[in-house]
């Protein structure tokens, strides 16, 4: 089988394939692959060293030469718009993946989520659109939080305050196994 082991980041075109996948499943690391029918190329292995996080226009280069690009796939996703600076603090307070443009806020449908921004004064639909969060914080790949590998105990106390808003603050405690703790707040 034709396999796939390296990434092209934001690939120049022409390519010689399409595959559409969501936002779960642009994070992966070996899966069985098949090209949009459009395309008519053959199925293949993506056999990355490890887990990887695909964007819209990354590209695999196969074993024999050729290059498939990564499209997002339409999901469902809320458009919010409102007060964004504000709404935008709340979303990333809660380690949600957000697509922030000049206008409105993207995020995956969640109905806890909708039900604390429409309290903030969110507008919100319902769209289907390929969902393209921002990426970490050297501009690419996803936020995973705070999440410090295998080796650290990860304590995570929520105070959500009031009904009406109020502070998500977090309590975080590492014990790393040479002795050090981090306290973050």
Known sequence: MITATRIIRNAPTPFDGEVSLDYEERLLRRKKMSCQAAFGCDDFLVDLPEVTSLE????????DGRRI???AKAEPVMVVRGHLARLAWHIGNRHTPCRIEADRLVIRQDHVLEAMLRKLGADICHKDLPFRPEGGAYGHGRTFGHDHGPDHEHDHDHDHGDDHGGAHDHDHTHDHSHGNEHHHA
Do not use: P
């Open 56 to 63: 819209d226009g990354d590209a695999f280069e196969l074993s």
């Open 69 to 71: 690009v990564v499209r």
